[in-house]
């Protein structure tokens, strides 16, 4: 990483990749002059759905939440204290995230001041859709709590991840490459938060069974009525025919959403093909991932839906070799 150097910073840089999964594969295609800015915020923002998702008794999440987001802002000098937060983890490079807080906040004054504004202007609407997600699912009975309408589903995409399309986007126009017309821009945003949109739904309709074990469920409520179910149906394998109907149209949904992710690729500027690729792979393994999402029963909690690592390297190869030229990357994307 760019802004990562000597042994500490090798060891944010460890972290960030087990933290980030396949979607490290990215941070590692992205040019020099963006991969530091986005590798930071994605650092910050696994951060903060660390403590949203942690489970633990007398343990104020909102309070810590907002105490973080205060001091990533820079309003206050003071961290958080993370250090019994993190106990409570069980993926030690998440509870590592919350022990190296204060390191990973300063990381941001390393950065221009235009950049950093962007860095803790998006930052801070991820955590606000973070906590208006504890404050909607805050229940002392453990009954399973839903979205109210495609609205808020539609709210919630764009907090925790259509913002990062947009913070993406800026990033690229800011960095690398520039448009003459200003509609072409504007498009460009549009497509990057649709693209974010796509990556977050994906999630959403891939993790039902966890979310509900949590008592959440991001299908709304008043489209699950529309066809006969409830929230706690969802937790009966065997309804996933009566569920079927209404889970195709939100892939379908996704799928609308890929397409612009397909469209928001075909605008970068052919010679940015480390931009390019780097959008390429979370689309494609999404492509993929959305096929298989309608060929099985995601009800189905011991069956969780993914891609095989072997087939993630042979997409990453396939990538690397493409974006180069201007034929094979549109074939790839059509898969």
């Known amino acids: ?128 859709g973070q906590i208006l997600d504890l404050q909607r699912f805050s229940s002392d009975d453990g009954s399973i709590l839903a979205l109210e309408s495609d609205e808020e589903l539609d709210d919630y995409a764009y907090r925790v991840a259509g913002s990062v399309g947009e913070f993406w986007t800026r990033m690229s126009l800011d960095h690398l490459f520039g448009f003459k017309e200003e509609n072409k821009e504007t498009e460009l945003f549009e497509q990057g938060v649709r693209f974010g949109k796509a990556l977050q739904m994906i999630n959403i309709l ?16 008043n489209r699950l009525a529309e066809n006969g179910l409830v929230p706690k149906d969802l937790l009966k394998t065997t309804n996933m025919d009566s569920f079927r109907t209404l889970y195709n149209e939100y892939l379908d949904l996704t799928d609308g959403y890929l397409i612009s992710a397909i469209q928001y690729i075909e605008m970068i500027p052919h010679s940015q093909y480390r931009l390019r690729g780097a959008c390429m792979l979370p689309v494609i393994i999404g492509k993929r991932t959305v096929s298989m999402l309608r060929g099985n029963n995601v009800l189905d909690s011991s069956n969780r839906i993914k891609i095989d690592r072997s087939e993630i390297k042979d997409v990453v190869k396939k990538v690397v070799l493409a974006v180069p030229f201007k034929g094979p990357s549109k074939k790839l994307l059509s898969v």
């Open 206 to 221: 891939r993790d039902i069974p966890a979310d509900l074990s949590l008592g959440r469920c991001y299908i709304p409520r």
């Open 1 to 128: 990483m760019v802004f990562m150097s000597g042994i500490f910073n090798s060891e944010l840089d460890s972290i960030l990749e087990r933290t980030s999964r396949s979607f490290y594969l990215s941070l590692k295609e992205l040019p020099k002059a963006i991969r530091p800015q986005i590798s930071l915020l994605y650092m910050l923002a696994r951060t903060s759905d660390t403590i949203a998702d942690s489970e633990g008794r007398d343990v104020n999440l909102l309070e810590i939440l907002e105490s973080y987001n205060e001091f990533a802002q820079g309003s206050t000098k003071e961290p958080p204290e993370m250090n019994s937060l993190s106990e409570l983890q069980s993926n030690k490079s998440e509870a590592s995230l919350l022990r190296n807080i204060d390191r990973i906040v300063s990381k941001i004054e390393e950065f221009s001041k235009p950049d950093q504004a962007e860095i803790r202007r998006c930052l801070e609407v991820i955590i606000n």
